[in-house]
C-alpha cells in the first residue's frame, strides 16, 4: 500500500523546522517509518537550486518555477517515490505549494499555470499540507541575518499567498495559527495529521 505523504508550508521563519521534527517524533510513536526531507536540499541537485536562488535573489518568477520543477522531479524520483513505494509516512519542509505561493501567486505566474505544470509532467502533490500561519513580527527575524529571498516586505504577501491556498483547496490544506507556543501549535498540527493517519490507515487495512 502506498505510502503517506505530508509537508509543512508557510512563509519564512514560522516555525516549520521546529514542527517538522516534533511530528515526525511523534508519527514514529505510531510505529510508522517516518522519512524527514525538504524541498529544495532534499537531494544533491536540490542543495545546489537552493544554493543558486538564495544567492543570487531577485530571479525571474519564471525561472525559479522552472529550477524548482527540476529540484521537485529529483527529490520524487531519489526520495518520495521510493518512501511512498515502502509505505513510509513522507514529513515534507516545503513542498509544490511553496511554488505556488512564491512564484505562481506572489510571482504573478499565476497558482493555476504553477499546478498544472506539477500534473503535466506527473509531479506529486502531498496529501496533507499543513500551513503555518503568523503575523509579521520583528522578533523572529533577530537570530540571524536574512538571506536574499527573505525581504521582510515580502512577507505578508506570502503570508496572504498561502491563506488563499487553504481557501482555495480547503479538502488538502489545513491553516494553523502557529502564533503561539510551540506545544500548543504542534498539538494543533497533529489534530490535523491524526485525522489524514486514520483515513490512510483504514485504507490500508
Known amino acids: ?3 503517506l505523504y505530508i509537508a509543512l508550508e508557510g512563509a519564512d521563519r514560522v ?7 516534533k511530528l515526525a517524533k511523534r508519527l514514529k ?6 522519512v524527514e526531507t525538504q524541498e529544495p536540499g532534499g537531494t544533491p541537485l536540490g542543495t ?3 544554493r543558486l536562488v538564495l544567492q543570487e535573489g531577485n530571479n525571474s518568477p519564471l525561472a525559479e518555477l522552472f529550477l524548482f520543477l ?17 509505505g513510509s509516512v513522507v514529513v515534507s519542509d516545503r513542498s509544490a505549494y511553496s ?14 499555470t504553477v499546478l498544472r505544470l506539477h500534473e503535466e509532467n506527473g509531479l506529486l502533490l502531498p496529501d496533507l499540507v499543513v ?17 536574499a529571498v527573505e525581504s521582510r516586505t515580502a512577507q505578508e504577501a506570502l503570508r496572504q499567498a498561502y491563506r488563499e491556498i487553504a481557501h482555495r483547496w480547503p479538502d488538502r490544506v489545513a ?3 502557529a502564533d503561539g507556543s510551540a506545544r500548543d501549535v504542534a498539538q494543533e498540527i497533529w489534530q490535523e495529521v491524526w485525522q489524514t493517519v486514520v483515513t490512510w490507515r483504514e485504507g490500508r487495512g
Open 99 to 112: 511554488t505556488v505561493a512564491y512564484q505562481g501567486i506572489v510571482g504573478g505566474l499565476g497558482a493555476d
Open 131 to 147: 500551513v503555518l500561519d503568523m503575523p509579521d513580527d520583528a522578533e523572529r527575524w533577530d537570530d540571524r541575518p536574512m538571506d
Open 175 to 177: 491553516l494553523i495559527d
Open 29 to 34: 510513536t505510531l510505529e510508522l517509518q517516518v
Open 48 to 50: 545546489e537550486i537552493r
Open 70 to 86: 527540476a529540484d521537485r522531479a529529483e527529490h520524487q524520483h531519489r526520495v518520495l517515490e521510493p518512501a511512498l513505494r515502502r
Open 1 to 3: 500500500m502506498r505510502g
Open 15 to 21: 516555525g516549520k523546522s521546529t514542527q517538522l521534527q
